[in-house]
Every structure is written in C-alpha cells, then in structure tokens.
C-alpha cells in the first residue's frame, strides 16, 4: 500500500521556499498506513511535470497527491500537466465557475480586490480534467481534484499550505479509508548509534515492524521511530530490544 | 546547465522531519547558475536509490548532489546505493579511516563517548566507490564523495544539516566554478495576480528572463522573482513591465 508525493513550484527549486508541504501530507498519510514511497518536487513546466506524472503512474502506486500550480498566473499549469499525462481533456467545471465567482465577489464586498469579475486567468481554474472529481479549497479560489485513473486515486492539490492542509484533512483523508499505521518514537539510552545497529537488525528479522533511528546528539540518546500495523507487535518488538539491555525513554 | 538533487531518509517520508536540506542546496546550486530541474526523496533503501540513481544519471544533469545516509547505523546505506547505480565496488579510503579514527578519538577525549575504537559500524562510512574524491567532513565523522561518471558530477554528502551545509561550502560549491545567476526579489503593486498574467507573458517573449511570481496576500502585493544571466537584462526587464504600468518595490 504506497504512496507518492510530487510538489510542484519553481520556488522549491530555487530554494526560495522550504517544501514543508510534502512533509505535511507525507504525516497524514503514513498516519493513514500508506508507506510514502517516494517524493518529488518539479518546477512550473507543463513538460516537466507531465513527464514525471507518467513515471509516477508507471510505478502504479495506490495514492497519488500532487500539491502546487492551480492559480491563475501564467506559471500554474498543473492541471493542464496532469490532463496531458492521463490523456483527458481540460473540460469545464461549472459548479467550480460559481465558487470562484462567489470567492471574488466576496473578496471584493471585504474591500480586498478592485474589479469583482471574471477575467481569463480566473476562469482557467475552473477547468479540471475530464472526469475529475472537483475538491471544495474552502480558504481559496482554486478547486482540487480527484481521479481514480489506472487503478491510481490522484488528488490535487493547491499550492498554498493553508489552502492544501484544509483540503487535505477535509476532501482527501475521507476518501483513503480508517486504516492507521502505528508509529512510535522512543529514546535510546546508549552511547554510541553503531553498538545498537546488531539489536536492530535482530529486531527487523524478528518482527513485523520498520525501525527509522537517527543520533540524537553524541553520547546520550539515539531517537527510534517503530513503524507496525499494531501497538502490540510494537511493544513486543520493544521489549525484546530491552531484553538485549537497551534502555529506552518514550517520545522526543 | 542542470542540476537535480537527491534527498535520502525514511524520517523525511513519513514527514517527521521537514527537507530543508534540499531548498539550502537548491538555492546555492541556483546561485551558482545551476537550474534545479527535479529534486527526489526516497527512504533509506539501497534499491530505492539505486533505481533513482540510475534514472537521474539517465537524465544526464550536469551536476547531481545527493544528501543524507552515509551514517553508521544499519539504515544508512547511501554510498552503497551509489557503488551500485555506478556498476563500482565499495573500496576502503585509507585516509578517511584515520580522520574518522581521529574523530572518535577526540569525542572519546571529550568524555563525549565511552569507547574509542573503530568497530564494523565506523570503518564502514570509511569505504567509497572507487574512482571516488573524499570530501572532508569538519563537522562530523561521515566523509562525503565526489564522483565524475558519464558527465555528471556527483556530489555525496551527509544528511545532518550543519555537516552537510559545511561540506558544501567548503567541498562542492568550490568545484563548482563562479558562473553566478542573478535573482532579484521584486514587490509588484497590484490588487490582483491574474491581471499580471498578460505583462509577465510579454516579458517572458521579449527579454531572456525567467520569472516566478506568487500572491503576497490579497488586494496587495505580488511577489515576483526575475532570473537572469545579468543584472542588465533583469533591469531591462523590470523598466518594460514598469512602462507597463507594474509599480514595484524592492524585495520582500
């Protein structure tokens, strides 16, 4: 059961902006029991992104979320991309036409916007992939969208992070089921991350779990993460390391 | 004249940690006057980075920085993928062994650490592919690597930010010549992103720029980014989008 990530944006090519987007929905779908398999970020280039789309559905993966590039500028051309990589048309979306009509309208009674209308650049993001499924983006004008396509669910999403963590938590996370992935973070009392590497692997083999551990500063902790489809396989897998004399404290 | 980037860490897919490693790298390789085509994320598994490896070489950048996995634990296995995707064996570094020899034996001086002897663990971030350049770690125990296959250059570095971020200063920015790319951070004033569409389009046919622009908050600014070979031509392109009416302010 994997998942993949792409985010799009020149920005986070250029360093510009730190992608704390992928992280973000990487969590809520590890949550989730999806294992995030890989993550890739291309920038504005409707070729670029197509091609990578391709790849991507090629590796089949059971989730697909793609965050960034649906506004109005000149440089959001992620539907167009993701329309060209599935083969389907950009069709209409006229239940999205009314939203953004509704979005700039509001925008303009708070005083925010000068001219309340319509214009080219606002009506593009009201076009989504033929036979796409339109997702609400409850804090922006642009909608997402949501295409089973070859045994894939795709999801897109915008760029912007409160616009993307709203649709994420409302529109995405209750079309991927109830199942959870258990993780648990432990502190390993131990001088040195290399004498624990034998106890690990030991483990691994054992055990119906994953083990992620990264330093957590010389000579005191080494920080555990315990993936597992249970807390009780979990816990068997961490009492087990204690018995090697492993000492550990919860969380970090 | 591209670059990618490869970020490797199961902690940065399940969105434990957020990548900022990458954005840093971008934005140095950026300045440099590198364009930052694509940057992938996969766990630390030495087939998922060896097929990745494999498929970047393929794309055949001119320059590829890999981050993250070259620690002593079981899960760090980065340079092996790297042997691998190279059709390179592993082969033992003599003069890393004794920096990282000398490393633990001044943590151990320290009292950082109770034991100062090279176990497995330790002399394995000792061995390199072959053909391979060390790259001095001065932050930590893990040498990097510097590797010309088929025209890419590879760059291999550690994963902890601060060990990764003075190996890349100090290591692979140097080989990297001092071609700079320009950017300048412009504030457009204009209550509406979709009314800038038109202006940046012309902008983009007439001057040999690359721009990125993105909402600042509503009814208020643009954030623009002007890319380009010389200040000149980034100038000449800001007096034309001025003469067409776009106040800017400097930054932001």
Redesign the interface.
Known sequence: MFAEILTVG???????????N?????????ERGY??????????DVE?ITT?LR?ILGRKPEVLVISGGL?????DVTMLAVAEALNRKLVLCEECLERIKAFYRE?YEK?????PEL????RKMAYLPEGAEPLENTEGAAPGAYIEHGGVKIFVLPG?PREMKAMLEKEVLPRLGKKKFV?RKLLAEI???????PI??ET?ERFNV??????KG??KYIGI?L?GESEEEIERAKAFMESKGIRFEEGW
């Open positions: 020149d920005e986070l090519l250029t360093g510009n902006t730190v992608d704390s992928s992280a973000f929905i990487a969590q809520r779908l590890t294992w995030v398999r890989r993550k890739t970020t291309v920038g504005d670029e990578v790849e506004g109005p500028t000149h440089d925008l005083g925010l916007i000068d001219d214009n080219e650049a606002r912007m993780q001088t040195d991350e290399s004498k624990l590497a690990l692997n691994l994953r083990i992620h551990s990264s330093p010389f000579g993460i993936f």
